[in-house]
């Protein structure tokens, strides 16, 4: 299993966010492509991710005075750049998938961007891939 690398198990093809796309844009593709976790991008490279519990947290309160009118305005107006998290823990392609395991289990994050050696991002990891490995070397110990 240690010599098995993000580059092969990551996801290619990475729905991403600019930091001005806005929030409920943003989310609905979210749902539409059923993800967790979208990358934002400027020029290519990672800036910050949004997570469906960064859109959670910036919906109102139920014990908010706000009328519906005014909240689909505010929920409107707010951006990506205005939830995402910018602190974003990132992997190269050539690093291990223990290595990447052991930084979401540290972290307690998810899913890991996956940029190149100038920070362009050409894929993502995520739990679910790691299962997946996981899976794969079960099969293999088994074979």
Not at 42 to 61: E, F, H, L, Y
Not at 67 to 87: C, G, P, Q, T
Request: hydrophobic share 45%.
């Amino acid at each position: 299993m240690k010599n098995f690398l993000v580059k092969d198990w990551m996801t290619k093809e990475v729905c991403t966010a600019e930091p001005k796309t806005r929030m409920l844009e943003a989310h609905k593709l979210m749902r539409e492509k059923g993800i967790r976790r979208m990358p934002v991008v400027r020029g290519g490279k990672v800036v910050g991710i949004m997570t469906r519990s960064d859109v959670r947290s910036a919906q109102p309160s139920s014990a908010t005075t706000l009328n519906v009118w005014e909240m689909n305005y505010l929920l409107a107006e707010l951006r990506v750049r205005d939830v995402m998290s910018k602190e974003v823990v990132t992997i190269r392609p050539e690093d291990t998938i223990k290595l990447a395991a052991e930084l979401m289990h540290e972290r307690r994050i998810g899913a890991l961007p996956v940029v190149d050696e100038k920070n362009r991002l050409v894929g993502i990891i995520t739990e679910s891939d790691i299962f997946r490995v996981l899976i794969a070397w079960f099969n293999e110990e088994q074979g």
